[in-house]
């Protein structure tokens, strides 16, 4: 069992190019989320998801834009990235908000360097 | 504002050196709190959930507790391999919210 798979796991950029991160699921989980990890500043959220076609911004939203087009994938996407978005990314999901279904699996990261 | 904060930030114990890490959080109508354990490369795997006052669950060396205003991760005679950082987090609204999390290293 798969479970979450980001691609890719490294990617170094230079200032003003975009790329997309890709998250997979296959536990038909329909809520999604791209958290970034900072050094010092723990998990914050960046986009969610709560069901295919919908996303909504999360705490640290400048700068990224999703897509949920199909239920088992989230895309996470920068334009044009800065030195300001060098970060580990995370993506989450799970069954519900909180309570009983709202436990949260992660996939192994992306180590994104912008130089 | 809804709130979770972890302390310490890091901690170093030797090996069979029992100890506590604390989270507080300030989360109106809580869903749960939530705690995580992360290896360094990895990302955060679920431990347990709390969901009202007093309650107390247990895997191995570790034991979380939960007051209105605090979880405890009581860590027993711990072991090298329970190395993490171990993060704390509550649902707000459709998302989920995390302290910084305290760091823990165990020395043989």
């Known amino acids: 069992n798969a479970g979450v798979t980001q691609t890719p796991k490294f990617r170094v950029l230079k200032t003003g190019q975009s790329m997309t991160l890709l998250c997979a699921q296959d536990m038909n989980h329909e809520y999604m989320y791209w958290y970034r990890q900072d050094p010092g500043m723990g998990l914050r959220l960046i986009h969610y998801?709560?069901?295919?076609?919908?996303?909504a911004k999360g705490e640290v939203p400048d700068g990224y834009n999703v897509s949920r087009l199909k239920k088992q994938n989230f895309l996470l996407g920068l334009e044009s990235a800065a030195p300001s978005q060098t970060s580990v990314y995370f993506c989450a999901s799970s069954y519900g908000a909180g309570g009983r279904s709202g436990e949260l699996f992660f996939g192994e990261g992306s180590r994104l360097t912008v130089l | 504002e809804d709130q979770v904060t972890q302390s310490p930030e890091a901690l170093r114990l030797q090996e069979g050196e029992s100890s506590s890490l604390n989270c507080s959080y300030t989360?109106?109508?809580?869903?749960?709190l939530f705690w995580y354990r992360q290896d360094p490369g990895k990302g955060p795997e679920f431990l347990f959930t709390l969901y009202s006052a007093g309650e107390e669950k247990e895997k191995e060396r570790l034991k979380a507790t939960l007051t209105k205003k605090e979880s405890f991760l009581h860590i027993t005679a711990p072991k090298p391999e329970d190395s993490a950082t171990y993060l704390c987090a509550s649902p707000v609204g459709f998302k989920t919210i995390f302290g910084a999390g305290t760091r823990l290293f165990v020395k043989a």
């Open positions: 998801s709560v069901g295919e076609g919908t996303t």
């Open positions: 989360v109106s109508g809580l869903r749960g």
